[in-house]
Structure formats: structure tokens, C-alpha cells
């Protein structure tokens, strides 16, 4: 895979490093007398770069082929005049009025034939030869235009591709299907093969006789489900990559980007697919309330440091305090807005950014907290935004630094999440990205730094590796990881793991399938759970959601743990060489996990690399010879074991040894 390039252009300017701070930036919905105002204060809380026209093709292109650029021309200079970056956003996110009503067949269908009208954003089918040709028509004009700026240090793609209009199941998007399973499939025969239309007389005769999977009278075949996720992700990087080409074209030493949006349960974009297309990966991440939220957040750096190849990447978006988009929204403590940026700094961001500068007065997200509050300047959140600038300017040393590896990795696996909670499985309460995060809060539980990493990492340098729910194993992939092992790797995996291969196609032979020998097991049915109802382990663990009747094919398996009541295996470990490959039965979350930690990670030589009095109250994560210490909790921490560390670290607070 090609990774992003090194380092963003800013990162490469002449005898200067820093990190870059600031925020998306709307002027368009202000007054002109305000961007005076708002660059003044843009200075004074220490802001270097900012996102602007993301929401902008109304004003752009206020009439077809009517361009009106005078207004973006202005604020750009003042920004430049000020020193302020523009991160230059193509504001194809949002068509306007005159182009949904000139061609409404733009517009997306969703599942069960509804066409998504105007209203909000995003209201354009990714596959629309229409919508290209006006959306790429007015990023060439912007490209032109803003070609020579000086301000110009990159260039933003849309906003957050595929947010909400991820799954386009109308004629454009069936016909764009039909040509993108013509390319994966060589004949109609190896798509009914792999499809196994056969079953319920799907069987086709001819390539447009196939639809995309839309509301039907029961289940849709569950490979067509998995083909059309594929299909959905590929086309919304097509049209990143039609953009790209334009902006290559005509302003080829800036930079391009999109921004991911790696956070909580989305995962309609294949984000490791898509990661070697940006010229540096970006995120937007927002917290979401709950006993392992802190964690998610370090989850979801840790990832997009991973996404990059270890090399710096950019957050492109997180919130100061309260969002809009939740059932309630609270607004964050004291420290967090402080201790949420800079953790993404110590998983390798070199940029820091929020949503949005100002808040808006108007519109939907006008409860959506930013660096300039309703409040004004004389805010509490205004005071924290000023004082994180001073503190990232401290951390200039930082930038440009590649994330350390850790000796443990956690593998995710895109195509297996979408796997695994398609319908018709044995239960619909299966959640993946919660039980990868599960083995990552029991591992910042003991203490244990460990990489987010995607499956097609090369994992030869980690000494464990775990990959739950790794439910969708193409046999290349049973080869590298029984590679792996042979190696002397240790190999963790869990329920659900190793049942189909690359067509949804069950492996036969009793699960776990393509990991059945690896692992010595061998399960002939599951037995998923009922809503509130556990097992329990012969450790003193309890079990949720899943378990299994166990067999052991192999002598060399150690049983770790079994059900109490002689219900046979749960937890269970093969030696193999220098290497080994355990299995976890049931979903243990992270208290359970941390009774069987210790037998997975020692015989790897893992242990923690704090003190034993700093682990799981303190994370650790390291960039070059850099060492972030990140509270986990909201009291302070006493770091006296810490040679050259201050006396503690505040509640919810970071310290970083340089």
C-alpha cells in the first residue's frame, strides 16, 4: 500500500515546526464587519490555519456557471495578511437550491425508495454523472483561481464523504453497481458463485437483472449486502479521486486531503482503503458520553496514527464542549477540552482544529459549541481555547514526529465489521468496534501501550497481536497469521472469528473456520445469548452476549478458563514454537479481560511500562523520545516513580516529557 506523503506542506516550510491550531471558519454567515473582529481574536487565541468555504457553493456559485468569488478573495487576503493558513475547502458537500431544483435526479434514494430532499447536507448521490460534472466544473474554477495564493496550504475535499449519504440505492447508483461488479467478477457465473444465488432461485441470467440491495420481504442475500458496502466505499473514494485529479492538475506541490471521520460506530468508508489516497490523513472525531469515552478517543487517534503509517497526521475537527446531534449534550469539564486535543497530538496529530471558530446564530448546529462561544471572548471556553494555542506552541518540538510502536497490537478489520453484523447471524446485539475497544480499555487497564492497527498491517514486529471478531478470513489472511505464529507471533482472536471467507461463504468443518487448526478448537454450534442473561467463568469472569460449546483437538491447548458447571472450555491457548494462538469465547468486556491478561501477554514477554502505582490511572503514548502521560481519570496522579516528571499530573490533565 502507498502511504500519505511524509508530511503536510506546512510541516516542511524552512527552519519552522508547529503544531498547526485552529478551526473550520463560515465568514459567509457573518457580516463584513465581523472577520475583523474574528481574525483579532483568531491571533490572540494563537490560531495558525483555518478550514473555510466547506458550506459555500451557494455564495460561490449563486447561479449556474455565475461565479462570485469577491467575497472569498477578501477574507482569504485578511487571513494571509494575518498570517493565517486557509486549509481551502471544495464546497461540494452541499449542492444549492438551484441545482436540486434544475436536477432533482440528483438527489439520493435511500433503502426503501424515498428520495432524501433538500434540507440538510449532503443531498447528492455519489454516483451522478449530473452532480460531477457541476460539482468538478466549479472545483476547477476554485483551483484556478486560488491556484498562486500564498495563504493556500492545502486543499479539503467535500466534508466528511459519505456522513450521510453513504448508501445511494438509486438508478445511478445500480447502474454504477452493476460496472463495479463487472470489474471485481470475470463472468455472470463467478458473481452467481460467489453470490450463491442459488439459493431462494436468485440465480441471474443477465448483469441488469442485478439491483442494489434494496427494501426487500425479508433478508437480502447477505453477499450482495457485503459487495454493495464494498461498492459504496469505492465510489465515494471515486469521487474524492475525481476532485483530486482536478486540484493534482492544476496546483500540483499543495497537498489534498479529506477528512475521515474515524469515531464511535461509523464504518460505511473503508478508512485503511481509502488512507494511501489523501496526501495526509485527517480526522473529524467528537466524544460521546459513556464509561469508555476517553478511551474511544485514544482508540480512534490511535487508529488514524496507524491509518498514516506512524507519520503525522491532522485533526480536522473535534468540538470545544457540548455537540448538537445527540439525544442530550452535555458540555465538557473542566481540562477535557485540553486533554482531548492533546491526545490526539500524542497519537501523531500535528494539527489540531475544531468545529467551528464561531457559533453559529442561526441554523442547526447553533448549539454546537466552537473556539468563540455565544459568550464571547470574555468565556471560560474562549480562556481554555487561548490557552491550549500557548501550550501547542510549547510542544513545536513535537511536530514532525513519528508515533512509536508498541509491542501489542489490536486489529481492525473494515470487511469484517461489515461481516459480522449483517442480519440473519445468530444475534443482532454483536457489536465490533465494542469489543475491539474492550481489549483496548483492559489493556490501558494494566498499563500496556498498544498500536490500532488495520489487517493489512505488517505484523511481524508486534509481539501480540489481537484481532477480535476477525469474522471474515480470506485463506491469505489464515496464512499470514498461522505465519504469524509460526514465527514465534502470539495471537489472540474471539468469538465469531474465522467463519467466512472473502463471499460470506461459511468454512466448513466447525468453527472457527479458517482458524479452527490454528487455534486447535473446534465449535460444532454457537450459543449466543439471551438479553440479560450471562455465563460464568471458572476464573470468576462473567460473560455476556455469547458463548460456545468448546472442543480442544489439540494436546498442546491449555484451557485458561472454562464455564463453571462443567460447561466446558471458554478461554484457551496453543503453544505453537516460540508462538502461541489463544481464543475468547464469550464477550468478557474490560473487567474480564483483565483476569486473563496476564496469561495472554506474559508468555509474550509483554508487561507495562509504567509504574506499577501509574497503570490504569495514567495512559502512556509516545512519539519519538516524546512521552505523553494522559490522565485517565478526574483526580490528580502523583508521578514522583518518574524520574524528570513534575510532582503530578492535574485530573483529566496531560503532562509531556520531552
Known sequence: ?????????????????RIEFGADYNPEQWPREVWAEDVRAMREAGVTIVSLGIFSWARLEPAEGRYDFGWLDEIIDLLHANGILVDLATPTASPPPWLTTKHPEILPVDREGRTVWPGARQHWRPTSPVFREHALRLVRALANRYANHPAVAAWHVNNELGCHNAHDYSDDAAVAFRRWLRRRYATLDDLNAAWGTDFWSQRYTDADQILPPRYANGPVNPTQQLDFKRFSSDALKEYYLAERRILREITPDVPVTTNFMVAGDINDMNYPDWASEVDFVANDHYTRPGPQSRDELSFSANLCGNLAGGRPWFLMEHSTSAVNWQPVNPAKLPGELARDSLTHVAHGADGVCFFQWRQSRAGAEKYHSAMLPHAGTSSAIFRAVTDLGARLRSLSGVAGLRRTPSQVAVVVDYESWWAAEQDSHPTDRLRYRQEALDWYTALLDAGIRSDVVPVHTDLSGYRVVVAPILHLVPDALRQRLTDYVAAGGHLVTTYFSGIVDENDHAWLGGYPGALRDLLGIRVEEFAPLLDGETVTLTNGATGTLWSEWLEV??????????????????????????????????????????????????????????????????????????????????????????????????????????
Not at 500500500?1 to 515546526?17: F, N, Q, S, T
Open 553 to 658: 483437538t489439540d494436546p498442546a491447548v491449555k484451557i485458561l478458563a472454562g464455564y463453571a458447571g462443567g460447561g466446558g472450555p471458554a478461554v484457551t491457548r496453543r503453544e505453537v514454537g516460540a508462538g502461541s494462538a489463544a481464543y475468547v469465547s464469550t464477550r468478557l468486556g474490560p473487567q474480564g479481560l483483565a483476569a486473563i491478561l496476564d496469561d495472554l501477554l506474559t508468555p509474550a514477554g509483554v508487561g507495562s511500562e509504567l509504574p506499577p502505582e501509574l497503570r490504569g490511572k495514567v495512559e502512556l503514548a509516545i512519539r519519538g523520545d516524546v512521552r505523553f502521560l494522559i490522565n485517565r481519570t478526574p483526580h490528580p496522579v502523583g508521578l514522583s516513580a518518574l524520574p524528570g516528571a513534575p510532582a503530578k499530573v492535574p485530573g483529566r490533565g496531560v503532562v509531556v516529557l520531552q
Open 1 to 17: 500500500m502507498r502511504l500519505p506523503r511524509e508530511a503536510p506542506a506546512w510541516l516542511r516550510r524552512a527552519g519552522e515546526k
